[in-house]
């Protein structure tokens, strides 16, 4: 069963906007992930936020969690259309053998930079 | 390249058929995962090895479905007596211990 919800389902920019997207789960989490997948490929890791933590970046990625909320959002900054992708929320409650070894993945938003 | 390679990248097969997809991971990565795809969905968790040994096996993988790991490198996902429902892509990944996962390009698996 999926545990993340990611909100929007699709999204539609331009070039040089901002793309938010936000992810809900349900149950306590060590981690939470944020991947992109393009069409017919596999998933790239983009950035990792760790419960204790609130706020990461990484280049043009921002992230925050909010563990009393459940949720989370990954912020890209000055989009490209290179971007152009669909972005997954993976959450890792694995306690056994320590974490990272056990994801669950949303649905995800599909992101679409026009040029 | 040295990312993680799955072969086939694309088999079509007859409901019925047995079908069997490898995956060879980044070498030194001690884990191993698959997870299964499919349209307009995130991928699933199907089951994880570390080393040789697959620890974990998710309910998705029915007695249907076999996954083996000899000697802690490569990977095979057997399905044996295919059904429809079994069209997915099939997404193999590996790590070190308790690092972000490495993707590899799945194998899509179409059941005529």
């Known amino acids: 069963s999926q545990q993340g919800e990611e909100d929007p389902q699709a999204l539609s920019i331009q070039e040089g906007e901002n793309a938010t997207m936000n992810c809900s789960y349900k149950?306590?989490?060590?981690?939470l992930q944020w991947y992109r997948q393009n069409s017919g490929r596999g998933l790239v890791h983009l950035i990792l936020?760790?419960?204790?933590?609130r706020e990461k970046h990484s280049g043009r990625l921002r992230v925050t969690l909010d563990t009393s909320k459940k949720s989370s959002s990954l912020l890209i900054t000055a989009s490209r259309a290179a971007d152009t992708a669909s972005y997954f929320c993976?959450?890792?409650?694995?306690?056994?053998?320590?974490?990272?070894?056990?994801?669950?993945f949303g649905k995800g938003t599909l992101l679409t930079v026009n040029p | 390249d040295t990312g993680v390679s799955q072969d086939p990248r694309h088999k079509i097969t007859k409901r019925g058929q047995n079908v069997t997809f490898r995956c060879d991971p980044i070498?030194?990565?001690?884990?191993l995962y698959w997870y299964r795809q499919t349209l307009g969905q995130g991928p699933e968790f199907l089951t994880y090895?570390?080393?040789?040994?697959?620890?974990?096996k998710s309910r998705l993988l029915s007695d249907r479905f076999s996954a083996e790991r000899p000697k802690g490198s490569f990977s095979t996902l057997e399905i044996q007596r295919t059904e429809q429902g079994d069209s997915a892509m099939y997404l193999c990944?590996?790590?070190?211990?308790?690092?972000?996962?490495?993707f590899g390009d799945g194998t899509r698996l179409s059941i005529l």
């Open positions: 993976a959450t890792d409650a694995g306690t056994s053998g320590g974490s990272n070894y056990k994801l669950t």
């Open positions: 990944a590996s790590s070190p211990r308790g690092q972000p996962q490495h």
């Open positions: 090895f570390q080393n040789e040994a697959q620890l974990e």
């Open positions: 070498s030194e990565h001690n884990r």
């Open positions: 936020i760790r419960s204790n933590e």
């Open positions: 149950t306590s989490i060590n981690n």
